[in-house]
Structure formats: C-alpha cells, structure tokens
C-alpha cells in the first residue's frame, strides 16, 4: 500500500514525529546552542549552535516545531522570523570562519507571516541566505525531517547536498493555499497536494534533493543510526575538497535545476 | 498614436539623447478611452495618462507593460532583447497550466514573464531585465529564472551593470519545486555578480511579493521603489489570517519599506530614467577584470 501524497503531508505535520530537537539529541554529542542574530532578538524557532559528530566539530541549524502546545506556542510552530534566519546566517559565518562544515535541519511550514515579521524584512533576510549560502567556504549538508514549506525552508537549503526524510514534503505552496488558489477551496488540500509533486520521491526524480532517507523504525533508533554514518561520509567527502571547488559544484548544483525542462520558443 | 508623443519630446536637458519608443507598446485596456483611479477615483483620458508616464494627477503610478518601460528606460534603440527563446514548460501536467500558457502569451504578446537585454541607459551599457505585469502577474518559473540567471552570467562575463525592474506575485506555482529553486539559483548568479564587482540596481514595482521579494529583488547594492508599490514577502491577507489584527495603513508600501530601511529610495517614474543613469555614471570601478 503506497501512501499518497497527503498521507506524507500529514506525516510530515504529525506532532509526534522527531523534531529538530530530538535529531540534535540523537545525533550529535556535546551540543551548546548558540543564541542570537546580533541585531534584534533570539528566535526560538531555529535552534542552533556547535556539536560533535563523533570526533568532529559542526555547527548545527535546526528549526524546531516543539512537541506539547506549550513548546510549539514557545516555537512559534516553527515558523521563522526574520531574526532567526539571520542568526543562521551568522553562525553559518561562523562556521566558515573556523572551518566546521554546516548541517541544517528543516521543518517549517513556511516563514512566519507577520506584521513585524515583514517589518524587519522577511524576504530581505531569507535573500541574504540564498545569496551567502550559495558561497559560504565550508560543506554543508541540508536534511528536510518534516515540512519543507517554500521560501522559509529554502533559506536553509542551499547546500552541497540535500536530503529528505521518507515522509517529508518539499513544496512551493502549502497545499492549503494552492488549493484555494485554484479551486477557491481549501478543503481540496488532498488534491493539490497531488499537483504540487511535494513528495521526497518527486524532489528527487527533479533533481531537487540527493537521496531519500528510508524511516523504517517507529522510533527512529535505526533511522537516526543510518543517518549519523551517512552524515560522517559526507564530512569525508567533502572536508578535503578544495573550496573553490566545492562552491562551483554547489553553483551549478542549483545552476541545472530545470533547465532540461525548457523548451525553445523560435 | 498620441500616447507615445511624449517620448518624442526631450522633457530637459537630460532626456535629449533621442528616443524612439518601439512599435510593440502592448496596452491592457486598449479598447478603454480612460481610467478611473484607485486612489482618487478620478477619471482620465488614455491620451493625457499617457503624456504623464501613465501617472495620475493624484501621483499614483498605474502598471506598466515590460515594453513600455523598457521605452521609458533605454536610450533610442538601444535596447537589444536575450534569451527570448525561453519559455516554461508544463512539467508538473498541473491544472490547467498548458492553457493558461498558451493564452497569456497571445494576450502579452512575450514568451515569459520576464523580458532580457542589453540596453544603454544615459549612454551607459548595461544589462536590464524587466518582469512583465501581463504575463502571469510576472510569476517566476523555470525559464524566468533561467533568464535572469543567464543575464547576470552574461553581465558577469562582460562587465555589465545590471538594471532589474521587478513585478512578481511570487514563485510560480505551476511549476512547484522548480519554481522554488529559481530563487536558490538566480541568487547564486546575483553573488557571483556581485563578488566580481557587478553593480545592481533594482527597481521594486507594485507588487514585488512572495519569492522574488526573497530573492533577487531585494539583493540590488542599490534597491529602489515606485511610489505606492506594494512590497513584501507574504500576502496581506494571509499575514491578516495569521495574525487576527489590522495591518497598518501604509502596510507593505514602499513607503512602509523606506521608513523600515529596507529600500534606498523611492523614486517617481517621470525621474526614474535620471536617477539610473547616474547612478550607472557613478559607478564606474569595481568591475574584476
């Protein structure tokens, strides 16, 4: 029995699934969150700071959705605002400065929709990440755990390599949206989300993500195993490759993105 | 055809470079004889609209095709289009998308969203991209990523400033992740640009929203605005959703934008021309070699 694509869009959204937290728990050792963008505030909704993998320091990236109402009130349900994006962008500075490959986790179903949120420029700052991103001097490594809502997501997706956990969603619209976009009702969320191609099977036949992370444990034990000795082979792939080279081949990562999809008007 | 004669006549010393607009001037409500405002509900003749930028008394700014501007921009002919062989494509087999194609570009008369170039402004080269109002609301798929990529390749390659008019409700939908991707690549090409010293200038027009707010409209060195242009990333309506409040009067105004420090300045359309070009004269290092 193959889910449908709403199936996955409800797991991804399940509240009992891992969050960012429990993959930092799980993954990593002697974690120390960093707090701050340095200009306005500290964003709950991204957690973020240094960690061993094994023997090596990363820094790690995370928006958090949290699990009980309280935590997810406190998390702003994982919606960033602009400050946490520019604390990413700081510690992912950081991280180049002292040459510690960066690893994102994201789940969010898209960046917060607020009126400060857009005072303090939303899009500016998921802007400046796109453009940073694209030419930071150090590897890094994108893992979509829940909802990969839009542009809110993107922010922290620009890297040398991106993976999606079995049951997440990548998508450009939420469902919702697209569906009272097109058919002026949101209760068709099932049938847009069929359109919209958010299913780890279709970001990967698009070219969009590097490989999908089979979930075979209802409590991820195996799941987070697999995923640890996979992310110490991409450190080991990557940590020697000269700089340059590595952001050419992050460049034209994204350069490809649909252009065998075009077709020639003349 | 009185509605162009404007472009004829040198307005002051600046302007006499010597224009001819080009004879594509696409015109939404051809068959209208005039306009009412939105702002102050005053009607007015196509003609005397047309001999004031498309501008109202009252100041506000009524949309432009990208043709239009481009003749408002660029010096005579000096504007010679790129890429115009790109167009999108249905991928996604989503709803009524391939129709939907195929119409707007009989009714814009462009293949895409966006329209490329070379163009002399003030007798400065540069590279000038304007995203198109008629065509989707300038939504951006695959190919008007693809354009906009290639022309900061292009500009990057030959040293060329880049001027970007943009207009956009966003990533297009249609396309779903491809359209979302546009924003990851069309920004690397921006950096790249800029990291061999590439001047940017943008042009934030009503509405610039959604991913081409968080993307390459707000990376310009230099962002500016028209006056009234909504401006921001998320809908109104979704953020008055959200939040269950009203929003602020001059919410998402380019205005709102000036007064939050997030644009550099606000410019009317009659002095936009003036303003780019020197700003492109004031720019004259920079470039890697």
């Known amino acids: 029995m193959s889910m449908t694509a709403y199936d996955r869009v409800r797991a991804a959204r399940s509240q009992d699934r891992p969050t960012g937290l429990d993959y930092i728990q799980n993954l990593f050792d002697n974690f120390i969150e960093l707090h701050g963008d340095r200009y306005f505030a500290d964003d709950p909704s991204i957690v973020a700071g240094v960690a061993m993998l094994d023997d090596q320091p990363v820094t790690v990236i995370a928006m958090e959705k949290g699990h009980t109402t309280k935590e997810r009130v406190f998390r702003n349900f994982g919606a960033p605002n602009p400050e946490g994006y520019r604390k990413a962008l700081r510690l992912m500075k950081q991280a180049e400065k002292f040459s510690r490959p960066v690893i994102c986790l994201v789940d969010t179903a898209g960046a917060f929709c607020g009126i400060g949120a857009e005072e303090r420029g939303q899009g500016r700052a998921i802007a400046d990440n796109l453009m940073e991103m694209m030419t930071l001097g150090t590897p890094i490594l994108t893992i979509l755990i829940g909802e990969g809502g839009s542009g809110g997501a993107l922010a922290l997706g620009v890297a040398d390599e991106v993976w999606m956990m079995e049951n997440a969603i990548y998508s450009v619209i939420s469902p919702e949206g697209c569906a009272s976009i097109l058919w002026k009702d949101a209760d068709k969320a099932a049938d847009a989300a069929e359109c919209l191609k958010l299913t780890a099977e279709d970001a990967l036949q698009f070219g969009i993500i590097d490989r999908i992370i089979a979930e075979g444990d209802q409590d991820f034990t195996r799941t987070f195993a697999q995923i640890k000795q996979d992310m110490l082979n991409f450190l080991t792939k990557h940590k020697e490759m000269e700089i340059e080279k590595l952001k050419e081949q992050r460049y034209q990562r994204f350069r490809k993105i649909g252009t065998s999809y075009l077709s020639d008007a003349e | ?289």
């Open chain 2, 1 to 289: 055809m009185p509605f162009v004669q404007f472009l004829h006549k040198p307005k002051n010393e600046l302007e006499k470079g010597g224009r001819t607009p080009k004879a594509k001037v696409h015109l939404a409500e051809e068959s209208e004889f005039s306009k009412k405002c939105p702002s102050c509900g005053k009607s007015t003749p196509l003609s005397i609209l047309w001999d004031n930028f498309n501008i109202c008394q009252c100041g506000h700014h009524y949309r432009l095709s990208a043709r239009q501007r481009i003749s408002l921009l660029a010096d005579g002919e000096s504007f010679s289009e790129l890429f115009r062989e790109l167009v999108g494509q249905d991928v996604l087999k989503f709803p009524h998308y391939e129709k939907k194609l195929v119409s707007v570009q009989k009714s814009s008369g462009e293949n895409e969203a966006v329209i490329c170039g070379e163009a002399m402004i003030w007798k400065k080269p540069c590279a000038l991209f304007i995203m198109e109002p008629y065509f989707m609301m300038g939504s951006m798929g695959t190919a008007v990523g693809e354009k906009i990529t290639r022309l900061f390749e292009y500009a990057t390659e030959k040293n060329l400033p880049v001027v970007g008019y943009t207009v956009s409700g966003g990533a297009r939908m249609q396309e779903g992740l491809l359209s979302l991707m546009q924003m990851a690549k069309t920004s690397g090409a921006v950096k790249r640009h800029s990291d061999n010293g590439g001047l940017y200038i943008t042009m934030l027009t009503d509405p610039t929203t959604g991913g081409v707010t968080a993307s390459f409209a707000m990376e310009g060195d230099i962002i500016l605005a028209e006056p009234g242009a909504t401006i921001g990333f998320a809908g109104a309506r979704v953020i008055e959703q959200t939040v269950h409040k009203k929003l602020p009067k001059d919410f998402q105004k380019a205005e709102f934008l000036l007064q939050h420090g997030f644009i550099d300045a606000i410019v009317p359309r009659r002095r936009q021309r003036a303003v780019i070009g020197k700003l492109l004269q004031m720019h004259t290092g920079g470039m890697k070699e």
